[in-house]
């Protein structure tokens, strides 16, 4: 396997975390899964992708399936709260995920996330000229840095013209709310946002795409997760139970429940995977 990470220009860094290239080196045919894994039904290649705000998977050379929906160039992920298998049918493996930052995918393509919430849709599927002439540059262009400069082109051609006060609000709830380590209401969210709850709450729905309450747990999850990262990255031993009460676990306990419902897997099992890429194209069975 070959990874590949790069940041976004620096305009677009508030809407869009990372691109994570992923290259299949040989046969797909010498990656399958462990065969006792429970998640995902046997294939060549099976990558997790884990609980994300929002995110664009392009692909080439390969059908692949994301738990039922097939597709074989860009894909839509909304914000959701499980672990989405991606399955390869035919083909090798190769493709880029955009990660958003909570919010960015509608700061920037105005999709409403709400209506995106939970679902795997392909670029023809939702029927968006924009997002069909990314697919487009995708799939005619090989070098990563040379996909990344167009994609980032096409980005800031997408920037708001002038602030978006939502999207400014939606950032200083979302830094409340790490502060508070979850430990925050709606309303005092809204509070944060000079918002009406209800205003609010509509709001958060459409640029975020799911309820705060849900928003919050899925928060907490992967700020967890990113400490884990840095952890291994330094070679630091990973201390659960120090890394749950950190971010505002009640115990260990509640900690693994919240990785088996979101991530299907105990932390101590997460860790022993190795090293996640980003929060959401994290687990790689080689």
């Known amino acids: 396997m070959q990874f590949e990470i790069i940041q976004p220009t620096e305009a677009l860094r508030p809407y869009i975390t990372r691109y994570v290239f992923v290259r299949a080196e040989g046969s797909t045919d010498t990656m399958a899964p462990p065969a006792d894994d429970p998640r995902f039904v046997n294939g060549k290649h099976?990558?997790?992708?884990?609980?994300?705000?929002?995110?664009?998977?392009?692909?080439?050379?390969?059908?692949?399936?994301?738990?039922?929906?097939?597709?074989?160039?860009?894909?839509l992920l909304g914000a959701n709260q499980k672990t989405i298998g991606l399955t390869t049918l035919k083909g090798w493996f190769e493709g880029m995920l955009l990660d958003f930052e909570p919010g960015g995918m509608y700061a920037l393509l105005h999709i409403d996330l709400q209506q995106l919430a939970g679902k795997v849709l392909t670029a023809a599927a939702y029927g968006d000229e924009g997002l069909l002439q990314l697919d487009s540059i995708f799939k005619q262009f090989e070098s990563a840095p040379e996909i990344t400069r167009l994609i980032d082109a096409f980005f800031l051609g997408h920037l708001p013209h002038k602030e978006d006060l939502n999207y400014s609000r939606l950032r200083k709830v979302i830094a409340a709310c790490d502060e508070a380590k979850g430990n925050i209401s709606a309303a005092q969210m809204a509070r944060v946002a000079c918002l009406g709850e209800r205003?609010?709450?509509?709001?958060?729905?459409?640029?975020?795409?799911?309820?705060?309450?849900?928003?919050?747990?899925?928060?907490?999850?992967?700020?967890?997760?990113?400490?884990?990262?840095?952890?291994?990255?330094?070679?630091?031993?990973?201390?659960?139970?120090?890394?749950?009460?950190?971010?505002?676990?009640?115990?260990?306990?509640?900690?693994?429940?919240?990785?088996?419902q979101m991530g299907c897997v105990s932390p101590s099992h997460f860790r022993a995977l190795g090293i996640p890429l980003s929060d959401d194209f994290s687990i790689f069975f080689a």
């Not at 997790?48 to 597709?71: E, I, K, T």
């Open 46 to 75: 099976v990558q997790p992708l884990l609980p994300n705000y929002g995110s664009l998977v392009f692909m080439r050379n390969v059908l692949a399936d994301f738990n039922g929906v097939q597709a074989d160039g860009l894909t």
């Open 199 to 260: 205003q609010f709450l509509r709001v958060f729905k459409t640029y975020v795409g799911i309820p705060p309450k849900q928003f919050i747990r899925l928060r907490r999850f992967h700020r967890t997760i990113q400490q884990m990262q840095q952890s291994a990255h330094t070679g630091k031993p990973i201390d659960l139970l120090s890394i749950a009460l950190t971010h505002g676990y009640y115990d260990l306990s509640h900690m693994a429940l919240e990785f088996q």
